[in-house]
């Protein structure tokens, strides 16, 4: 890490020598300092070397004197792409396999309302060939007097018929921790009929007790929605939470970033950071095109916004695709209206393998001529 | 609550009988339907009546045929400003009273680090007959692998320290459930020698189970910070969400927002919105000068921006100052080159009560004629 | 136009009286009066009938007791899509056409900085069979002691050549109006050896006089680029400035939105947008990946960001892709580091094909049924 | 300028070298390489020495193996305040002192209708003592369908009535260069009755062209207002465009941010920034409470959001206030109903007194004990 001066610092100065004081009792860190003398100016710089990851470049640079911090180590130890890094980038959970090179559509209920539509719903999955799905039972909302989802209660249903129609991973929202024990429960008591994605939204993306109970469990893989009002960077830094407990079974999920740029979508839709995370970690990358777009407008092309967003992820190398189907939308609890139909699920695979097709020859185009490029 | 239906909309139409469906499903409402035609275009409006409270109007939007949703009842039932309402705007804690005629200045360590330093602020408020503090025990920090706080183990020391100074208000944030029971033990060890008001920080301003927890005890009241990346009124929303529970002593703080559009503060100064929180709701109004202004900057005029802050905030009518000293800044574990000094204690609280004794004759000047005004 | 009115609303009162007496001036607009008696309380609206075009939703907005304003007409009268809108959507120049259903890549210098460069890069651009490109000779920078483009000293050089390749169309940004007139005599100096497409950046989108110039001549198409910081809504309703003084002849262009939630690119990226601006209006819409993304960073799959995020405007549609190329980036003046290499035109091109051929199967895949359906 | 290199860059690889090439043509800049060997990696970083103000970070950032770039010098040569600066950082205009230590009130029109409402202004004014106003002439607005002020036809009786009156400046905004003259040559024809401080709007801030205008004139000063959607680097970047082009009689406004983080008011009130404007340049800081806020809702204590929002920028030092006032808003044609009514005018500018009296103290409390601090 290095912290570049203000100008013409004097090393006399009392600003100067509170800042050395402040450095010199940092655990398990050495200080070099650097002066260069300019054509105009005197520039001085302070280089921290060792245990530099313990410090955070907003308190080194509210030091006094300071004017820039550069942090030139990794920022994220054990999901970050580091150079000759041989780690494994996949996971398997119950026999679904997750990396960067594949792709998963969880197509599936925003909330969970009654068991005829989960089961319409598992029977339709079935019937198109796909093995994941999206299940809300815990939902967070805005205001305490919405719906806030049918909870624990609904579990043993949703799991059985997960179990009849072969759906191997359900990604399902927690809240809180009990959460985790209560799907523990009930899959117990369905005799592991299926298995369970445990999601954290993008409200909870600075919850870290929370992350860091997600991160003990070996149980579960975790997906973890990007926040909003937050960097990436800071997003991707809640990731590693997780994952300083134990636990890198993650994949880490593109949801929209609020702001009124992105009107009239619900969300801005942010897939243009589906390359990037994928070059900053060795994370699977999801997209949510529901969320992010919030509405069912289509353009002039007959094509709906969400298939458009979700062609955008895929196209870049999007590895998921969390989106809202309901049999009877209009009878959805929460955010039906943006929910796709049964009888669009066909077209929307149909769209989905094109898109995919396509961006395994941009990759074949552009592939690296070493023999074990990725 | 009100739906605007798009122009021209067909009411033999199969996206409208879908609303009307939608519509006729929602449990304690009445619909009534209202055409209105106009020079260029027939106008549809759905008027819904009843228990709208546990509508969003995000789901209403989404449904067909609309395009606008207004509601016209109250969005804060519990903690809002409603007509004719004679409930008690104040409340005492610990024999301080908080209210929107209140002003209280909580001065403290943003961390606690060394019991030396605890002492040596306590001793400082108390020299400046100051009652209230603030002293962060769980740090919340972007990074898992930044300094994350003592925890429970310095809790006994700060609240003995506490009650030998006279300190009657401790503000301590809290990230986790557990740490209500922590700092109740803790208080109980050392007989009940202060009090503590609960903070629930900008990351946990949706963390809805945290929220509730807190809203469920009767013992502490709560300082809720606002979140960034949302709306106000979602944060507002949040507080509703404690109140919902049944504690409704809650202070609002403001603490700036995550913008760039703020630079070079660390966050974008939201006290213009003081005002408006005492407005929309009776909770008294906190601001948080050395978080949104993160910087020990100065003007030409000698003032540091975090006085400016402060003074922006308490002309336009806050109740609560939250705000970073440190006996020995340069030692801080957390924020400490934001922290004022000791020896600028002193001319802060003149400060202080020079721009509050300004605001109190500002709100004489204007003071409704009426014998009850507020 | 509809006024809803605060819940409750007096009819008796002053407020009312005064927002009753400010409709009433309102020139060639009829009001009507609505009251609705609910469970709850009474609503009020005003319908304002007629020549509500002229009215703004924020100035309405802010009459006493309004609530929420509704406007039920059309917002782009020129260029937006209304229903049975039998108008073009195409325009010709140039023998080049521009519409909803083309797709032309413009690559070229961001800057003009040497004659030989323009060439280098004019000859490429033919031996890729490309006949349209970009060049910058009037550059507007953040900096007053920036370079600002060499101005109209390089015209006749850059026009030359251009005609030499067999260049039909070149994209150039305009800052003041005079601008128009020294490229329609160089241009005619070179015996109208090219054609120019007038490029109004996103520091000028809100310079109505700019664009009022614009849209008085016919000689020019017109690319408008979105402004940061606006609404999508007031950027195209800086098109409409352009065509209601008689020139629709208007290239929308996406170019990224100035957020730090876009980070680590240059802007945040909204392409998601490109079906958004082709349903509202009948403008082609443009991307512009360079400014978009700002770096030549790679993914994994050893595909730039740029292209990726050219590739997700493509897959959604978009008429035109507006490219930084550079024979010597190095030497580039201005952005040259994020600027495309002669050696990557012939890759760019064929991932351009590829994924507009999948745009054009994705397409058919959902082709509305009807005869003559777009 | 320093550009701190991505760790472990290799001398030799082709990148170092485009580097290196690049650097070595910039014209009249030196460039010194240094290496620092680290406990983990090699750290490189290149100073540019020399005429580095004509560089942009941004186009340094983009070089090859370039991971940070710091400036070094001031930003604001001509605006800014450097160490030992004695330049003066006052102007008179039509015998009214504009500069830091100054405060005056332009309370007006926002937008001129009719003679009768400006006579009714002018008179408010001067018997309230007050010499300055705004008037808008040139109404630059969303929609080219709203009204656009009434131009050069009203000037003769705006700046006939203020001579009358005895109004010395009025603030008024130009969308493009001719307005200069229109307004040269109606001062004339009314004999130079009185003086006009040239407004540029927020739409304009990088309307380069109309800056370099200004700039170039020394009849009038200049009012520039924050540009929203850019940094406030950029802001104040536009300043220094007026000023590089002979020109430094320049006030600088806030007038809020355009970003739902603001809600409910119009913008997001940044009055914050005064203390800071105030000490990265030498110009006087105004502030625009009217169109920062929006509305005419009052808090609970009686005071107008526009009048806490006023109270706030003054408490900081403030040097100006621009404040919408309107004999009948109702009438008004441009944000009529966020305007001040003449009923209202003694009581503001009693408050206006209160809290600058105020400041004054708080700047005496604080001010540093040298002889000739400012």
Redesign the interface.
Known sequence: M?L?LQ??VDSESAEYK??I??LS?LPNI?V?T?Q?L????T?T?I?L??DT????I??MR???CV??V?R??QAY?ILG?H?DDLRPTAFEYNRVRFS?DDLHVFAGLCAVDVRENVERMMSLLRDNGLVCTRMGAYK????????QGHGKTCLPYVFELAGKYGIRVIAMEI??ESHIEEIRAALAQTGQATGVMLQIGT??I?????LKTVGRQQDFPVLLKR????????SL??A??IA??GNSRIVFCLRG??????????N?????????V??LTRMPVCVDPSH????????????L?I???T??GI???ANMVLVDFHPVP??AL?????ALLPSELP?FL??VR??RA?YE???A????AGPN??
Request: hydrophobic fraction near 35%.
């Open positions: 290095i570049i100008p013409q509170k800042l004081a402040a009792v050495q070099r650097h260069v300019g054509a105009r100016q520039l710089e280089y070397l060792g990851l313990s410090l955070s907003e308190d509210s030091l006094p004017e820039r550069v030139v180590s130890r792409r150079k960067q967070p909302r805005s205001s305490p007097y919405a719906f809240t809180h409200r909870n600075q919850n870290f007790e929370l926040g909003f009002g937050i960097t990436l960077e800071e830094s809640a590693e939470y300083s407990e970033m609020k702001t009124n740029l992105g009107d009239p979508h619900r801005f839709v942010d897939f243009s950071h589906v390359p990037v994928r070059r992010s777009v919030g509405t069912r407008d289509k353009s002039p092309d007959g094509i916004d298939l458009h967003a062609a955008q196209i870049a190398g209009e009878q929460v955010d039906g209206p943006q077209a149909e769209d094109l898109v396509t020859k941009r990759r185009l552009f592939r690296p490029a990725s």
